[in-house]
């Protein structure tokens, strides 16, 4: 593959930028990469890792003559970071975020926006619970969706460049409008994150009052929910507080179909309990069957490896 940047700045040096360095520099995507992260002990890890080319120790110097810059910090603090490197931003450049909320970012960020610089808003569905500089891998995005949130006067040569070196680290694009956006991640990955955070909450509580058999005996669903609940706390705080509406709007739902459910149990309702399990579980085949869960076992891709009903 070819250069697409010649010069990419990454403003954080995390999970989903040290994965986007590993990416491009697989794929000879950026002639140079520049980094920065606020502090000091993640720059250094970065440096010795070589993470980068060059880890500044400012924003301002990382996206000097940077043709594409990358916000890959906390949602809560996009807009900062946007009113710190706009005075030292490249006439042409194109920044981009990864941020996993779209609107706040947008309005956090547009009115630092100098005139003449491209702001195309992104999202990698991408990610694992792990954080930090050295969390990062290049094959991350490979098959994964990447949302783009354009704006309405985006420039259209800017939005396909982007794109082209998002396709190259291996991920499938798509545009959408923002608001859209936080509604669907709500119900795709905001919502299911609290409820893992919650349900270990839970467990938790109930450890220090039962010892330690919630650890020792803990099935797979349990332990599937702890990977979720290990993510970063800052991250996920910054998610809640900026996507707030479409959450409480999906946990409502959640309460709801939630005590649908306890009645169902209270009452002995087993052909109810039945008939919701049946249209959940074909959206879990589904999912699988549209290639979205990339470790799940083979189960619908294949005649005949589907586990018995
Ligand atoms: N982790 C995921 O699964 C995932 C997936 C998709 C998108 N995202 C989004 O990507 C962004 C980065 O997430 P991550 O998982 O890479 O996080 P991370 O915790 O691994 O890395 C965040 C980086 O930002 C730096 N940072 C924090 N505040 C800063 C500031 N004010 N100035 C400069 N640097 C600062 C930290 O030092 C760290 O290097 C977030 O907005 C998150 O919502 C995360
Ligand atoms: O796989 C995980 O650990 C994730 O939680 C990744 C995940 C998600 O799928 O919900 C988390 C947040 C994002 O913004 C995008 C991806």
């Known amino acids: 593959m070819s250069v697409i940047y010649d010069r990419v700045a990454l403003i954080g040096l995390g999970l989903i930028a040290g994965s986007m360095a590993h990416a491009m520099r697989a794929g000879g995507l950026a002639g140079e990469i520049t980094g920065y992260a606020r502090s000091s002990a993640t720059r250094d890890t970065a440096r010795e890792i070589g ?185 996920w705080r910054d998610v809640f507080l900026h996507n707030k509406e479409a959450t409480l709007d999906i946990l409502g739902r959640f309460t709801e179909e939630l005590f649908v459910l306890q009645r169902a149990i209270r009452m002995g309702d087993g052909p109810q309990l039945h008939d919701y399990f049946t249209r959940t579980r074909a959206i879990r085949r589904g999912i699988i069957e549209a290639g979205q869960d990339t470790e799940a076992p083979d189960f619908g891709r294949t005649p005949g490896a589907r586990p018995a009903e």
């Open 51 to 235: 993470l980068c080319d060059r880890v500044c120790d400012s924003a301002a110097e990382t996206v000097a003559g940077a043709d594409l810059v990358v916000l890959a910090v906390p949602v809560g603090a996009m807009g900062a970071v946007m009113a710190e490197i706009a005075p030292h931003l490249a006439p042409g450049a194109t920044i981009t975020d990864v941020g996993s909320v779209k609107q706040s970012v947008i309005d956090a960020v547009a009115p630092h926006l100098p005139a003449g610089v491209h702001f195309i808003p992104g999202h990698p569905l991408a990610g694992t619970e792990h954080s930090g500089p050295r969390a990062g891998f290049a094959s991350l995005f490979a098959n994964r969706w990447w949302l783009l949130t354009p704006l309405p006067d985006t420039d259209p040569a800017a939005l396909a460049r982007l794109d082209a070196l998002i396709t190259a680290m291996g991920a499938k694009t798509d545009r959408m409008e923002a608001p859209h956006h936080d509604l669907v991640l709500a119900v795709t990955s905001h919502a299911p994150h609290l409820i893992a955070y919650t349900m270990v909450g839970v467990a938790d509580h109930l450890r220090r009052v039962s010892g330690e058999e919630v650890i020792q005996y803990s099935a797979a669903g349990f332990r599937d929910f702890t990977r979720i609940a290990a993510s970063d706390p800052t991250m």
